[in-house]
């Protein structure tokens, strides 16, 4: 059964650090790319960061970049979101998921996610 679990949220000021983690279950992990999307309130999903499956390269939204940093621990079936210099703007739900998007016999599978508050 596939799981995904999104932890490490919270809320944070502006210029402040967070770490995000997702645990995998239930997949080829070492196998997939990875990605960590974002939703803000009222506003479509979008990808924030990928990672290939060994980890040499990543792609970042442009909007992050110099402050977001994605890693993952193939041993630990857990892929993660290094958050620097945090703005308000960063606010949203982030998700972790395969690239392509896991699919189950119900469509798009998603984890809870995880909230992330930045205050100004």
């Known amino acids: 059964q596939v799981q995904l679990v999104e932890s490490g949220g919270g809320l944070v000021q502006a210029g402040g650090s967070l770490r995000l983690s997702c645990a995998a279950s239930?997949?080829?992990?070492?196998?997939?790319?990875m990605a960590w999307y974002r939703q803000a309130p009222g506003k479509q999903r979008d990808l924030v960061a990928t990672?290939?499956?060994?980890?040499?390269?990543?792609y970042y939204l442009e909007s992050v970049k110099g402050r977001v940093t994605i890693s993952r621990d193939n041993a630990k079936n857990t892929v993660y979101l290094h958050l620097n210099s945090l703005e308000p703007e960063d606010t949203a739900v982030y998700y972790c998921?395969?690239?392509?998007?896991?699919?189950?016999?119900?469509?798009?599978?998603w984890g809870q996610g995880i909230q992330v508050t930045v205050s100004s």
């Open positions: 239930g997949i080829a992990f070492s196998d997939k790319h």
């Open positions: 998921n395969t690239i392509p998007i896991i699919k189950t016999p119900r469509g798009d599978y």
């Open positions: 990672i290939s499956p060994s980890g040499g390269s990543a």
